[in-house]
């Protein structure tokens, strides 16, 4: 590296993203941001790590607020040596299957045209050297194989290509997969026909886990690729996904140390470890005793793990590194989720009046899926209870803080008197693409693979990790998060609105 040498990142307020930009301030690097809005300027710089690390003028930031827009980082390349881009269209929901019109217009065409843009920024710019590119594991990996359908007998290699899926799409994940294919084949193909004067390398991660160091509250701390682990801990017990993770800050590492000239251009490299999604059950109760005991975690989820043999030879030997265990992965989520967690005390009053309902009991082991925002508000026998249309659920007196569901999770009561019960199941439950449906063909959803990348929609800069459409700032749009409540009661409730098998509400 060069003394001065300016990085043009995008999607530094996604998870892998913020990582990225921690690692390059602190190797000296001068970091421009490419962010989808002003504010997300104002959200990087309070955070504590970057006051720490006082950048000053190495710090700056570009706003490009729509990604597929020709030209669209070229004044953000200006006078850059190296571009680093993990911006990519995200999966958002629990969906089984998505036209394939959609999948093109939300996933396929954003993901290649960013590319290209990136790519036609770096030439213009006549400065910069090479190109890092956040690929995906899903990206080298037929889908039929990562959901299980189709066994894998030899490992991944880093050369390893498959042709772009052209659909239909069975999920949202396969349609991201393919988007994710289909960016990787424009660049090499840009690569070998247009042959810039910069090289580019492209990394492959599995499921990345690991802190969100830039949350502060338990809904953002399990976001991502997290919100897959936090499921498992709460009881989920519907999934089937590839054995593959991989520290965040692994992945982060290496990004930063392929800058370096001594690491050969035009390069894959594959990063993860294969793993048994049910060992994190084990992991987490040894070394958090107290959230099981507590009621916080269960021991009752599971997830089907697919093996997936893979060769990160290349990598370990290239940049001279042991990858990150699996339980310290696990041990990471699992503590910063129980650091950033804060109970909230109980309010007693309303002023909400309530609808004609139906009394139900607390104690129950059914899960009823409820669109409408339930109000909380004093019971007839002095307990607390949430109210919906057509239901009332009577919780004990004498609520002081966390109330168990029969699958062992647990949701705090109101804060506030404006405070609906829907918003607490947002604050405290795990966003809805971590749950995959339950469709008779037995695949897994996919909606959390892979969620290394920053979500973006086509309209924005690219610079989010999550669902697409989102903001994954400390003013995030809970639009991401799971929008129906999961009610233990003593019998069905009838359900509002059409609620797809997984709880997730399609729109």
């Not at 059914?366 to 057509?390: F, L, N, Q």
């Amino acid at each position: 590296m060069a003394f001065g040498d300016t990085v043009l990142l995008t999607g530094a307020t996604g998870h892998l993203g913020w990582a990225i930009l921690r690692f390059l301030l602190g190797e000296g690097y001068h970091v421009r941001c490419a962010v989808r809005k002003t504010e997300d300027e104002h959200t990087i710089r309070a955070r504590p790590a970057v006051r720490c690390l006082n950048p000053g003028l190495r710090l700056s930031f570009i706003v490009v607020p729509d990604i597929t827009t020709p030209r669209a980082f070229v004044a953000a390349a200006e006078d850059a040596a190296y571009i680093i881009h993990t911006a990519s269209p995200l999966p958002s929901k629990s969906a089984r299957w998505i036209t394939t019109d959609d999948a093109r217009e939300t996933f396929i065409k954003p993901a290649a045209a960013g590319t290209l843009n990136i790519l036609d920024a770096a030439e213009q710019s006549g400065t910069v050297r090479r190109v890092v590119f956040t690929s995906s594991i899903a990206a080298i990996v037929p889908i039929s194989q990562m959901e299980g359908k189709e066994q894998r007998t030899r490992p991944v290699l880093p050369e390893d290509r498959i042709p772009v899926d052209q659909g239909p799409y069975q999920s949202e994940f396969a349609a991201y997969a393919a988007s994710k294919c289909r960016a990787l084949q424009v660049a090499e193909e840009y690569m070998k026909n247009e042959r810039p004067p910069f090289d580019a390398v492209y990394i492959h991660p599995g499921f990345v886990l690991g802190a969100n160091t830039a949350a502060t509250t338990e809904k953002q701390a399990m976001r991502g690729t997290n919100s897959m682990l936090a499921a498992l801990l709460l009881g989920h017990s519907q999934g089937v996904y590839a054995g593959l993770s991989v520290h965040v800050e692994d992945v982060a590492r290496v990004h930063v140390k392929a800058l370096s000239p001594k690491i050969l251009g035009d390069q894959s490299f594959i990063l993860g470890e294969q793993v048994r999604w049910t060992d994190a059950i084990d992991i987490a109760e040894e070394e958090f005793p107290e959230l099981f005991a507590s009621k916080l975690l269960t021991t009752s989820g599971y997830y089907q793990t697919v093996s997936i043999p893979i060769d990160t030879s290349l990598t370990t030997d290239t940049f001279g590194m042991d990858f990150i265990s699996f339980a310290d992965q696990v041990k990471s989520v699992v503590g910063h989720w129980a650091k950033v967690r804060q109970p909230r005390g109980v309010s007693s009053s309303s002023t909400a009046s309530d609808p004609p309902t139906e009394s139900l009991g607390w104690e129950s082991g059914k899960i009823a899926r409820v669109k409408s925002a339930m109000v909380y508000s004093p019971s007839p026998s002095g307990g607390h209870e949430p109210s919906i249309p057509g239901v009332h659920l009577f919780l004990p007196n004498g609520i002081a803080g966390l109330e168990e569901h029969d699958y062992g999770a647990a949701v705090l009561p109101p804060a506030t008197e404006e405070e609906t019960w829907e918003s607490i199941i947002q604050r405290h439950m795990i966003p809805s693409e971590a749950f995959s449906s339950s469709g008779e063909s037995g695949g897994s959803n996919w909606s959390t693979a892979s969620n290394h990348t920053e979500g973006i929609t086509s309209g924005s800069s690219g610079d989010e990790e999550g669902p697409t459409n989102s903001d994954d700032s400390d003013a995030g749009d809970d639009s991401k998060f799971i929008n129906v409540g999961f009610i233990p009661i003593e019998k069905d409730v009838k359900e509002s609105s059409p609620v797809h098998e997984s709880g997730a509400e399609m729109t």
